[in-house]
């Protein structure tokens, strides 16, 4: 009667403890799994991020060319105007030098 008892008690504690290994297993699947979606999810919002991210930089580029031209314009046409101004400052130099050289007075009135 003992042993009966002793063996009665081993099979229940050896079904409990296939239906604890049973929950254990179903338990470690269950993390594989919602680690894998936590993952996946992961990448879904990071892939968002950086699509974000490269649609601003891509427009901060733009905006940055679109100033880089717009400077080099303004300083070319101020170069332009300065070889200009210098152009015109050349010429008159070269008449007043040519001025000076006239001795007569009548020629110098011309």
Known sequence: ETLERIVSTLANKNDEIHNFIDMLNHTIKNIQVNSTNAISEL????????????????????????????????????????????????????????????????EFLK
């Open 43 to 106: 990448d879904e919002e990071f892939d968002g991020l950086y699509s974000i991210l490269d649609e601003m930089k891509g427009s901060m580029a733009n905006t940055i060319q679109q100033e880089e031209a717009r400077k080099i314009q303004a300083l070319q046409d101020q170069l332009s105007q300065c070889s200009s101004a210098l152009e015109s400052s050349e010429e008159l130099l070269e008449l007043a030098a040519e001025s000076l050289d006239i001795k007569d007075p009548v």
